[in-house]
């Protein structure tokens, strides 16, 4: 499994980002995906997921609201759109696969693979 994640970079406070995920090596559509973030000194933390069809999503309270997260099951992309951003999403953003078929994705230890981050600097 390759998970491949893109689109970070450096914004300034309320302006938008998109990151993507590729992934390859796996069936796709039979996976939940997330994204996670960690911050410099801080744990690794769950920041959104979507179910195989992608019409289930689930966010932590800190960017619901903010953040859409969304996949293409035919391009095997997943993507993170973030609005109003803020400096304490400054962080690296990792995209994740469930380690099994077809369940939800709520936390780290559910994952079978991680993409190799994405940074997001977010200036005040």
């Known amino acids: 499994v390759q998970l491949q994640a893109s689109g970070g970079g450096l914004v300034q406070a309320g302006g938008s980002l998109r990151l993507s995920c590729a992934a390859s090596?796996?069936?796709?559509?039979?996976?939940?995906m997330g994204w996670f973030r960690q911050a410099p000194g801080k744990e690794r933390e769950f920041v959104a997921a979507?179910?195989?069809?992608?019409?289930?999503?689930y966010y932590s309270d800190f960017v619901k609201g903010r953040f859409t997260v969304v996949r293409d099951n035919a391009k095997k992309t997943m993507y993170l759109q973030m609005n109003t951003l803020k400096p304490e999403d400054t962080a690296v953003y990792y995209c994740?696969?469930?380690?099994?078929?077809?369940?939800?994705?709520?936390?780290?230890?559910?994952?079978?693979?991680w993409g190799q981050g994405t940074l997001v600097t977010v200036s005040s």
């Open positions: 994740a696969v469930h380690r099994t078929q077809y369940t939800r994705l709520d936390v780290a230890a559910q994952v079978g693979s």
């Open positions: 979507v179910s195989t069809s992608g019409g289930n999503t």
């Open positions: 090596g796996l069936p796709f559509s039979a996976y939940a």
